[in-house]
């Protein structure tokens, strides 16, 4: 299917709103997109018409309602090239599904053990590794920014060493809007026989995604961003390594056997999906991604840089604006601050416009730390934008900004 976006924002039912009495201009989707009705269509009749719980059923319900589960890993699977629909794992989220590696890789670790982060990650990606310096003593290193916003891969080769157990790094970051060489990442790291974990929450939206090309061991995703629900995410792991891992959780449905005095576990991915498990959710995100794999992805991330680059050229000159990341190949995503003025108050004010943009630490509080800053607003753009929103938003930002001049 060829890409317009026109034709795509009739899709959506949310973007024919107003706000305050102005045309919904809607720029927080590295937070959250917005969803098309090929998704609210979806959970509807999955609602309406086939409901039960998976797996353990034999009526027809049961039955349809697993077809169509299983039919949304299978397009999970397909949209990151795993090898296997084994090797994908529901999840609540994002951050449920790095929650999970940590954990349960975790286990093995021991004091002096070193995880690779980098200063511009998620919380996401931080805490739950957090948890085991405080638990078992591991150690903590974090691959530094440049002030344009790259990671210095000088200091990731220093940092890289004997103790490394894991390199856990963003694809694409969500201030930012970062593409890190995660190729060179992965080959650097199975060279010193280290596993590599991507948090793909935002790479996913904005790029093709082929996880057995870049040989990575796990790469997490939400649903989310994706145009699909909450409530729902992905972790991609190479088989071998999730068979290596034990239980997250325990309950119904990731276990062999149980008795009173033993306990075996199933195969991935059900070993860690216990108890019953985001069903219309995972219905939902498959027919998002169903509708996303229809549409002509290379367009897609075109359009998206040119709204950046517009929005971005209209705004040369400000000597009161200062954004945060500028790398070169960055995504269409815009960290900014304006000379005087907090963040929140410039997104509240941009809020009477009708344009909704983020605003605060964007759970990047380390990475706010990095620029000196204790917040920044955020514009983020999608496939359903157009050239007249990013003109709306830059209109309403220099209305914003004389509040404090």
């Not at 999840?91 to 286990?107: D, H, M, P, W, Y």
Request: net charge negative; aromatic share 8%.
């Amino acid at each position: 299917m060829s890409f317009d976006p026109e034709t795509i924002r009739d899709q959506f039912p949310i973007l024919s709103r107003q706000v305050n009495g102005y045309p919904l201009v809607y720029l927080d989707n590295a937070a959250s997109a917005q969803k098309p009705r090929a998704v609210i269509q979806a959970m509807t009749a999955a609602m309406e018409g086939s409901y039960a719980n998976v797996h353990r059923g034999l009526h027809t319900l049961a039955n349809e309602t697993t077809e169509a589960y299983e039919k949304a890993r299978e397009s999970a699977r397909g949209l990151i090239n795993a090898p296997s629909a084994n090797e994908i794992i529901f999840t609540k989220g994002g951050t449920e599904a790095i929650n999970l590696v940590a954990a349960s890789f975790g286990l093995d670790l021991h004091t002096g053990d070193e995880i690779l982060l980098s200063e511009m990650e998620h919380h996401a990606n931080i805490v739950p590794w957090h948890f085991l310096r405080e638990r078992k003593g591991v150690v903590l290193k974090f691959v530094p920014v440049t002030d344009d916003g790259r990671l210095d891969m000088d200091a990731f080769y220093a940092l890289l060493g004997p103790k490394t157990r894991m390199v856990a790094i963003t694809h694409m970051s969500n201030v930012l809007g970062t593409v890190n060489p995660v190729a060179e990442i992965i080959a650097a790291a199975h060279a010193m026989g280290v596993p590599v974990l991507l948090d793909g929450c935002q790479a996913i939206v904005h790029q093709s995604v082929d996880v057995a090309a870049l040989d990575v061991d796990f790469y997490a995703f939400s649903g989310h961003k994706l145009y699909g629900p909450t409530g729902i995410g992905v972790l991609y792991g190479k088989a071998e390594r999730l068979a290596a891992l034990p239980p997250y959780q325990g309950g119904g449905e990731m276990i062999g056997h149980v008795m009173l005095d033993d306990i075996t576990y199933g195969e991935p991915p059900h070993r860690f999906e216990a108890g019953t498990p985001p069903i219309l959710e995972a219905i939902g995100l498959g027919a998002a991604i169903d509708w996303l794999s229809e549409l002509d992805r290379p367009a897609i991330a075109v359009h998206e840089h040119a709204l950046y680059a517009h929005m971005r050229t209209r705004l040369n000159g400000a000597n009161w604006l200062t954004e945060i990341g500028t790398a070169p190949g960055k995504g269409a995503i815009f960290s900014f601050n304006v000379e005087g003025a907090h963040a929140h108050d410039i997104a509240q004010l941009l809020d009477r416009y009708g344009v909704a943009v983020r605003a605060g630490t964007h759970c990047a509080e380390p990475l706010m730390r990095r620029f000196g800053v204790t917040a920044s607003a955020r514009a983020s753009f999608a496939l359903y934008n157009t050239i007249k929103e990013a003109d709306a938003f830059v209109d309403a930002l220099e209305k914003a900004q004389t509040f404090f001049t």
